[in-house]
């Protein structure tokens, strides 16, 4: 079948997009488009014209792998412009997703019918751009500023039954019917009408005297969720110039801002971002011919935090879940929090009502390990104890059936370790979810020595049925994410002792870009976890000052937000931080005590002796082979670590810095701190030599 072709049924002409997987706009579509469309006019039988698409989806935007890559034409605006000149009515037909330039799109056609299940978006902002085939100039004029500014600056679509009560569509198709036929339904209803084109270009937004307050709401509110991305502030721009200038001027605008955030270093991040999401989930040992293994039923051991998180997630995503904990007690507490949280999603409105019973009959709680044997995966979440997890696993191979996938949770722990107290190390691996499991988007897939393939492969069809984001790596202490994460605690540790304020430190992350700076991040996750963990390894593989006023909070019941105060204070029922002058006496004491001189220390010095050991401690995790690629290390961290986005990654952004400037920076910190922590990786050296980055 060609890319784009055109056949007429009854008195109405078909244009066919036909460009797997999702119908991207591509050159070869364009062309397509412009030809089948000269084809259909000169067809005297086809007095209205359909464009549809086959497979998954109608068109889910521009061909993304096209960017930065010279324009050829037929470019967008001639297909666009193609589209609304036509004299014979178009209509587009959508189902799946219609998003960003295949939106455009639709909005040229003069009409537009939806299969119910459809979803209409611009998310272009979520790539660093702005809609930039006149979609800033037609939503506005067809549904109104208010809904054009939700949808542009947000990029996230809206379902089809909205589209149709804002104006965006005319007419929705019942899921079950055929889209294309209803819509050449619909067609011959038109040419039986004898309707005309409608281009939204010539409709008129009215001038209103609030307008401009209208703008100024927007631009405070986005700037405000936006989180340091540019392209939502500037998408509004674009819309204001729907709304103040004629449309011709207007589209020249939005073609300025466009290229100037298609310019912009963030854009690039963002689209890294999307296609190292997507790469992240082939292993170029699981091909397709690895088949998964079945994971209808899962079974989680542990019903505290993160095992109810791992079961509330397995059952949003119709999974059918037996939850073990130790007691009836525990099994008590277990249900009352995830019934807690079922109830309040139900409230606010985030599940209906079958969704809601369907999820709270999907997990049945239990306290004996028997009610497992029928268990295709199981997810041991207890505590973090190698004996404890050991014990765990005996009893797990004793109870679960031939072929049923063990893993574990942990968060640091050797998986090798825990899979050799099991007859069966080829059934186990780590699936390390993140806190809170049934909202952090990352999952990180711990293959073991003995890890067989088909575990594998279904280790990640379990990670897209439970929507995550998966990445995998192998064994090592804290594996991709918390091993990295170790050098940034510790310098925002050392960083106190030396005379930063726990609330300096905690700005200068967050202006760097992070929701959340690292003392934050500890106080709201508990002191007392990271402290019980050091107990439990050598303590020389720790720095032994970075710890010491954490671990004087913790002696003193002070263990973070749980407990009302750590490093800093809080108000009861108030999750904002205080700076506490006890934090800062400890501080100085232990500064003392430690034979550390306080000094006055830039943002600069703190975002770079944080950020630097995340990028060479990721230098040694792929060299190491523990990541597979430099972007599933950025994954881990735009996904389970709230890294910023417009930035890439760690890794996507020191190729950035340059990998020369990278290796010159940690030796300026070696010169101050001395090389235990600050050496920069052999693979760093290597690549700096070379003049190359990560990616290469
Ligand atoms: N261009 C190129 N490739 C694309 C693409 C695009 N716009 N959208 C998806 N793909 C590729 C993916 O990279 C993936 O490739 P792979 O199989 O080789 O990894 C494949 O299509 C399937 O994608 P998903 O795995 O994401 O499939 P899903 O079914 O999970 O999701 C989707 C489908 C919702 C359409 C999702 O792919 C998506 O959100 N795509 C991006 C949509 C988007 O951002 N559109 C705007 C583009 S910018 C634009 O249009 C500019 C215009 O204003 C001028
Ligand atoms: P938790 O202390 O909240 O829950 C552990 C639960 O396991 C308790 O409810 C306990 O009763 C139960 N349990 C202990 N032994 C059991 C047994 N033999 N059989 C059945 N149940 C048993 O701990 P949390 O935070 O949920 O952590 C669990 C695991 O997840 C740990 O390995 C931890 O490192 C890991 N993890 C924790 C994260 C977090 O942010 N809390 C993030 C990622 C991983």
């Not at 219609?98 to 790539?127: F, K, Q, S, T, W």
């Amino acid at each position: 079948m060609s890319i784009v072709s055109f056949e007429r049924r009854g008195r109405v002409g078909l244009i066919l997009v036909n460009n797997p997987p999702v119908n991207a706009i591509s050159h070869a579509v364009r062309a397509g488009i412009v030809e089948c469309l000269e084809r259909a006019s000169s067809d005297d039988g086809a007095h209205v014209l359909v464009l549809a698409a086959t497979g998954r989806t109608f068109m889910a935007g521009a061909d993304i792998t096209e960017f930065g890559k010279p324009p050829k034409a037929p470019h967008f605006a001639d297909v666009i412009a193609a589209l609304e000149a036509s004299d014979k009515p178009m209509i587009a037909a959508i189902h799946g997703s219609a998003l960003g330039g295949g939106l455009e799109l639709a909005l040229a056609c003069h009409y537009r019918i939806a299969r119910a299940d459809a979803v209409l978006g611009l998310p272009e902002v979520n790539l660093g751009i702005i809609p930039g085939a006149e979609g800033t100039q037609r939503l506005p004029r067809l549904a109104g500023l208010e809904t054009a500014l939700q949808m542009i600056t947000s990029g996230k679509p809206i379902p089809a039954a909205k589209a149709l009560e804002a104006g965006v569509l005319d007419a929705v198709s019942p899921v079950d019917a055929d889209l294309v036929e209803a819509a050449l339904a619909y067609g011959e209803r038109l040419v039986d009408e004898k309707a005309q084109p409608r281009r939204i270009s010539e409709m008129t937004i009215p001038a209103n005297d609030a307008q401009s307050a209208l703008f100024a709401e927007w631009r405070e509110k986005v700037a405000k969720s936006a989180r340091g991305i540019k392209a939502p502030l500037r998408a509004i721009d674009a819309v204001e110039a729907a709304a103040t200038l004629p449309f011709a001027e207007g589209i020249k605008r939005e073609r300025e801002i466009f290229a100037e955030c298609a310019a912009d270093p963030q854009s690039k991040a963002m689209q890294h971002a999307f296609f190292a999401e997507r790469k992240a989930s082939r292993l170029p040992d699981v091909g397709r011919d690895i088949k998964p293994r079945s994971f209808a039923h899962i079974g989680v051991v542990g019903g505290g935090t993160m095992g109810c998180g791992i079961a509330l997630a397995c059952a949003a995503a119709g999974l059918t879940i037996t939850l073990i904990e130790q007691s009836d007690e525990a099994a008590d507490k277990a249900k009352g929090t995830v019934t807690s949280i079922l109830d309040a999603s139900h409230a606010r409105g985030r599940i209906n009502d079958a969704a809601h019973q369907k999820q709270k009959d999907a997990i049945t709680i239990k306290t004996d390990m028997a009610a497992l044997k029928d268990a295709d995966l199981i997810i041991e979440a207890v505590f973090e104890n190698m004996d404890v997890k050991k014990s765990v696993f005996r009893e797990l191979d004793r109870v679960a059936k031939k072929g049923a996938i063990l893993a574990t949770n942990t968060s640091y722990l050797d998986v090798d370790e825990i899979a050799a107290s099991t007859s069966r190390p080829a059934d186990v691996l780590g699936l390390h979810f993140f806190s809170p499991a049934h909202i952090m988007k990352l999952l990180e897939i711990v293959r073991g020595r003995e890890t067989a393939l088909d575990v594998l492969a279904t280790a990640l069809a379990f990670g897209k049925a439970i929507r995550k984001v998966a990445v995998v790596a192998r064994v090592c202490y804290g594996f991709i994410g918390n091993r990295m994460l170790e050098g940034y605690v510790r310098e925002a540790g050392l960083l106190m002792l030396e005379g930063a304020k726990p609330e300096q430190i905690d700005a200068a992350i967050r202006a760097f870009g992070y929701p959340m700076g690292p003392l934050q991040v500890l106080d709201l996750a508990g002191l007392d976890i990271g402290h019980m963990l050091r107990s439990q390894f050598p303590a020389d593989r720790f720095d032994p000052h970075a710890y010491r006023v954490i671990s004087r909070l913790v002696e003193q019941g002070r263990k973070g937000q749980k407990t009302g105060a750590g490093i800093y204070g809080y108000e009861k029922g108030n999750r904002a931080p205080i700076p506490d002058p006890l934090t800062a006496r400890i501080t100085r004491e232990e500064a003392e005590k430690a034979g550390i001189k306080q000094r006055t220390i830039t943002d600069e010095e703190i975002v770079e002796r944080c950020i630097l050991p995340l990028i060479n401690e990721g230098a040694r995790i792929l060299e190491e082979g523990v990541a597979v690629r430099a972007s599933d290390i950025d994954v881990v961290y735009l996904y389970g670590y709230g890294f910023p986005r417009w930035r890439g990654g760690p890794m996507f952004y020191a190729n950035q810095l340059g990998l020369k400037h990278v290796r010159e920076r940690i030796l300026h910190y070696q010169a101050q701190q001395g090389p235990r922590w600050w050496t920069p990786a052999p693979l760093i050296e290597k690549l700096a030599k070379e003049g190359k980055g990560f990616d290469d």
